[in-house]
């Protein structure tokens, strides 16, 4: 998978001429709206959703797991897989406005499975597709996010899971019924606050550790290609660990290339499909190149200035580094995890929802929301050591499909790439061609 993802991102890097040039193009449009333009949220609304599935603990955890087990070097490997990484989610955005579909209640439907059959004309595909979506959205967005919640909250708080399970069904209930309207609402309001509020906490971690801030970027690179420049506690990790690890971690916290995040990115109200194409790879900016490279630099620099942290205990490891912060440091960093796994059920409902609805209709999708909030309290009362193992596999096979049809289209990509970017036509609508 790791191959197949970082092979997709270079290629369509390449193929699309580099569409990460217009970076601030993207950001500028995602704070703008698209009046008049078709669709069911604004491209804002359908980022912070995107954003609320994919910005979760692995940004926290998980780029401390990459540090612990490649070493320093594992954090540029993970900020360049974002760089790259943004031309897919940039693709998968395109693709998923280009073929989406109005459904008969006046909604927008798009994504992956739209583009497999419309654009592919495989819909066996496709179906298999939205069946792998619909049982990961209750694996890794549901079960194990409410799982992570309940623990955090018992051991901090010392609050039974049932009773944390309970209070998650209940402000789940609240959003997720209202649909996709209310989920991007919510988003829109939690998503930047949790994301400002994480990264204030690494700006005052990093002002603490100013002294060894410089040195622990110049580790990060050197130890990215060069294993004996890490020294000291670090020695162990090879250039292939670091890559491995880095690579990794890097892919799955964006999950650029999973064929998740272009479902919603087909809600948007956007004039033609590289307007929201740019809005999506902005998520890939945020989430990998922003807040994961942020948390790395927090962790080396603090492992520098601490020699007492243990820097193979991964998942202690960003807890360690946040309780150098004075009295709020603990309950910042509780409070970011709580948020980001929050953020992840409501946003994966959403995508779950999209792929029962391509394959039964929506006739099922308040069936569905009930069953997401009934499985949400069981993955907080039981042990989900085996959820996590079909949850990764369900992701993986997510992406299958997914990278077929960003490979297939990505002449269809390059098209529409060329004639709304490249030629200076952003601005244009659909109807006009």
């Not at 995107?50 to 990459?66: K, M, P, R, S």
């Not at 499909?273 to 962790?299: E, M, N």
Request: charged content about 10%.
């Amino acid at each position: 998978m790791i191959i197949l993802l970082l092979g997709t991102h270079v290629f369509l890097t390449v193929r699309l001429r580099f569409p990460q040039r217009k970076l601030l193009t993207g950001i500028r449009l995602s704070v703008k709206k698209d009046p008049g333009a078709a669709g069911d949220v604004s491209q804002f609304g359908a980022l912070a959703t995107a954003l609320a599935a994919t910005i979760g603990t692995g940004n926290i955890v998980g780029v401390a797991t990459a540090v612990a087990l490649g070493g320093p070097g594992a954090v540029l490997w993970c900020w360049l897989t974002g760089i790259f990484g943004m031309s897919t989610k940039y693709a998968e955005g395109l693709l998923a406005v280009k073929y989406r579909v109005k459904a008969d209640n006046g909604q927008m439907y798009g994504g992956p499975m739209y583009a497999l059959e419309r654009g592919l004309k495989m819909k066996w595909l496709a179906i298999l597709f939205a069946v792998f979506t619909a049982l990961a959205s209750f694996g890794i967005g549901c079960t194990v996010q409410a799982n992570s919640i309940a623990l955090l909250a018992n051991e901090t708080f010392g609050i039974d899971t049932w009773i944390v399970g309970i209070v998650i069904c209940l402000l789940t209930a609240a959003v997720i019924l209202g649909g996709v309207k209310a989920i991007a609402r919510v988003c829109m309001v939690l998503v930047p606050f949790m994301a400002i509020l994480y990264v204030l906490g690494c700006i005052i971690i990093l002002c603490i550790n100013h002294d060894y801030v410089w040195p622990a970027v110049q580790l990060i690179v050197n130890a990215a290609f060069n294993p004996s420049a890490a020294g000291g506690g670090f020695v162990g990790a090879t250039v292939m660990m670091a890559a491995r690890y880095g690579i990794a971690r890097g892919l799955f916290s964006n999950e650029s290339g999973m064929g998740s995040a272009p479902i919603v990115a087909a809600a948007a109200q956007t004039r033609n499909p590289v307007r929201q194409a740019l809005v999506s790879s902005t998520g890939t900016f945020w989430d990998t190149v922003v807040i994961c490279a942020l948390t790395g630099i927090v962790l080396v620099s603090s492992i520098l200035a601490y020699p007492d942290i243990t820097y193979a205990d991964g998942a202690a490891l960003t807890k360690v580094a946040f309780s150098k912060i004075p009295y709020v440091g603990a309950p910042l960093l509780t409070f970011g995890i709580l948020t980001f796994a929050f953020s992840t059920i409501l946003g994966w409902s959403y995508y779950g929802e999209s792929a029962v609805n391509y394959i039964e209709g929506n006739r099922k999708n308040r069936f569905y929301r009930i069953l997401y909030i009934v499985a949400l309290f069981f993955g907080s009362i039981i042990s989900l050591d085996i959820i996590w193992n079909i949850a990764d596999c369900m992701n993986a096979l997510m992406a299958i499909p997914n990278l077929i049809a960003l490979l297939l289209l990505s002449g269809v990509a390059a098209h529409e790439t060329e004639k709304y970017l490249w030629r200076g036509n952003l601005d244009k609508d659909m109807e006009e061609d």
